[in-house]
């Protein structure tokens, strides 16, 4: 054990590779890599961000909203090498996902979020949850929805756009209903990552959410 532990690269240190890496796998540059890790540095000195510093993280990119329920999930997602800690590798692949991802990945990356029990499947109670969450990212308090699982996976959709029109084909237990109905190709009221992706595709709402410039 005593050798595996020597043999780890100090995560204070950004190497050739993981810029590399980064370059390849996001739309940053080296300048802002290093940038970004400067930054990163000056929050998380000896290069691990815990699950708190996480949502303070959060909360500066969404002032108005609630962080903590999100980044919950989000953490998990992220933190890809189970340690309970975010390297700055994990942090920024997490940040492009999040910031310029493209749409794909981005469904991919929702789909992670909702499956919190690595199913491989996703139902409306789990997605119910983590979109709940991510609509209290925004901070939007308008929540008159109906109470079931799935509802409070649209109403949460609706906060994190901040759309307020909830009437008619925007109600969330009808949106609900349809994005089951457009995503769910084999009937059996679970989605998987390929059925999630390919049926978000064509649901602008959840298009707006995921890529807002697209």
């Known amino acids: 054990m005593g050798n595996n532990s020597s043999?780890?690269?100090d995560p204070t240190i950004l190497t050739p590779?993981?810029?590399q890496m980064l370059k390849a796998n996001t739309n940053f540059t080296e300048e802002q890599i290093r940038e970004w890790h400067a930054g990163f540095l000056r929050d998380c000195?000896?290069?691990?961000?815990s699950k708190d510093r996480f949502v303070a993280v959060y909360e500066q990119f969404y002032p108005g909203g609630k962080a903590?329920?999100?980044?919950?999930?989000?953490?998990?997602?992220?933190d890809r090498d189970n340690n309970g800690t975010i390297d700055?590798?994990?942090?920024?692949?997490?940040i492009a996902l999040t910031q310029s991802g493209d749409l794909d990945e981005r469904l991919a990356l929702a789909f992670d979020m909702y499956d919190y029990n690595n199913t491989g499947t996703i139902d409306t109670n789990e997605m119910a949850k983590v979109i709940a969450a991510m609509y209290d990212l925004i901070g939007e308090t308008d929540?008159?929805?109906?109470?079931?699982?799935?509802?409070?996976v649209i109403a949460a959709m609706y906060d994190l756009i901040g759309e307020t029109d909830r009437k008619g084909d925007r109600d969330p237990?009808?949106?609900?209903?349809?994005?089951?109905?457009?995503?769910?190709?084999?009937?059996?009221?679970?989605l998987t990552k390929e059925e999630f992706v390919a049926g978000c595709k064509n649901d602008p709402v959840i298009r707006r959410l995921l890529v807002p410039n697209a």
């Open 143 to 152: 929540r008159k929805v109906d109470t079931n699982e799935m509802a409070k």
């Open 173 to 190: 237990k009808h949106r609900a209903e349809e994005i089951i109905r457009i995503c769910d190709v084999t009937g059996n009221k679970k």
């Open 45 to 49: 000195p000896n290069g691990k961000l």
């Open 7 to 9: 043999s780890k690269v």
């Open 17 to 19: 590779k993981a810029i």
């Open 88 to 94: 700055f590798t994990e942090f920024m692949l997490a």
């Open 68 to 78: 903590k329920d999100f980044c919950k999930y989000a953490f998990a997602t992220f």
